[in-house]
Each structure stands twice: as C-alpha cells, then as structure tokens.
C-alpha cells in the first residue's frame, strides 16, 4: 500500500451524497486560505478559540444525519463540540475560497447550510477574481454586508489595497486586501 492510500481523502457529504474535492484546487487558493490563516491564527494566540484551515470536519446535522462539510478556514469557540477530525457545534466564522469547481456550491448550498447552523459571519473570497464577500447573520438570514474587487493600481481612484476587514466577532483580527491575495500575480 503506497502512503498515498494512507492520506485522508478529501471529501463532503450534503444531503447523503458525497463529492469528492480532489484533485485539490489550484495553487492560487492555498495562497489565499494561507494568508487568511495566519492573520486569523496570529489573532487568535491566547484565546479559547482555534482556527482550522482545509482540516476539520463540520457536522452541521449531528443529530439527524452524518452529513459533514469541510470549510476552508473555520473558527470554532467551543471545544468540547470537538471530537477526532469533526466539530459539530456552531462554528463563530466560516471562509470558502472559490474554485471553479465549487463555486456554484459554495454560493449555494454550502451558504445555506452556514445561515440555517447559524454561522454569524461568511466569507465568500475569489482568488480568480480577486474578490471577498462578506456576509452576516441577521434574524437568522445572510445580508451581504460588504462585496471588494482588489484594485491594486495607486493611480486608479478605485485603489483599494490598503482596505481593512476586520472580522465582526474579533475586531482586534484586520486584514488588508492586499494582504488577502498576497502572493497572486497578475
């Protein structure tokens, strides 16, 4: 058996179907979950709350069904909802980074599913269009908040490199969107 068959398959169950998520997307979305991450990590030093990139599990039915997502970055509060590779309680901030194979999923679907576990903040980011939504939880509904398209040239009156987001439940945690797509050429 090669090491291969040892690695974790990545995969999602919605509704009782399973999709595969391999061949894994293109580099450009490691670049930008990592660069995510390691703000939200750093933010996060001596709290109680962890931040999870590509690697755990969310149940978002535990007591109904075994279906299970696996967002891109998470941040989760409560660790006694932890258990092996799964969480199954509300999880305080999900991202999706968009690939072309999932984006349909991840603006549909996946959204869905955020807003009706009560997931208070959403992030829609698009390396391929340089792109981040923002939605939060209002009377259990998604309002998008705050929709950027990078524009990295200083000359154009539209310039927005220097833009800060801060996340709605951590304040202290800003990020410029430059520093978002760090990384990306083009």
Same mark, same amino acid.
């Given at each position: ?30 670049? @930008? /979950? =990592?660069?995510?991450? /390691?703000?939200?990590?750093? =933010? ?16 978002? *039915? #535990? +007591?109904? /069904?075994?279906?299970?997502?696996? #967002? ?16 199954? =309680? @509300? #999880?305080?901030?999900? @991202?999706?980074?968009?690939? #072309? ?17 009560? @997931? ?8 391929? =269009? ?27 009156? *539209?310039? /927005?490199?220097?833009? +800060? ?6 304040? *202290? ?14």
């Amino acid at each position: 058996m090669g090491m291969a068959e040892f690695e974790r398959r990545k995969d999602e169950k919605l509704n009782g179907v399973t999709y595969d998520m391999s061949p894994a997307p293109g580099y450009q979305h490691g670049i @930008v /979950n =990592g660069n995510i991450y /390691n703000v939200i990590k750093t =933010g996060l030093k001596n709290s109680l709350c962890l931040a999870f990139m590509e690697n755990l599990d969310f149940k978002y *039915h #535990p +007591e109904e /069904n075994d279906d299970y997502l696996c #967002p891109d970055i998470m941040i989760i509060c409560d660790r006694k909802h932890l258990k092996g590779g799964a969480y199954n =309680g @509300v #999880p305080k901030f999900i @991202v999706e980074t968009l690939s #072309p194979s999932t984006a349909k999923r991840d603006r549909s679907e996946k959204k869905d599913i955020y807003e009706k576990a009560k @997931v208070e903040e959403y992030w829609i980011v698009s390396p391929q =269009g340089k792109s981040v939504e923002i939605y939060y939880l209002e009377n259990g509904k998604y309002i998008l908040e705050e929709s950027y398209i990078l524009q990295n040239d200083k000359e154009d009156e *539209h310039y /927005n490199a220097e833009t +800060e987001i801060c996340l709605k439940a951590f304040p *202290h945690i800003k990020m410029t969107l430059r520093e978002i797509f760090e990384g990306l050429e083009g």
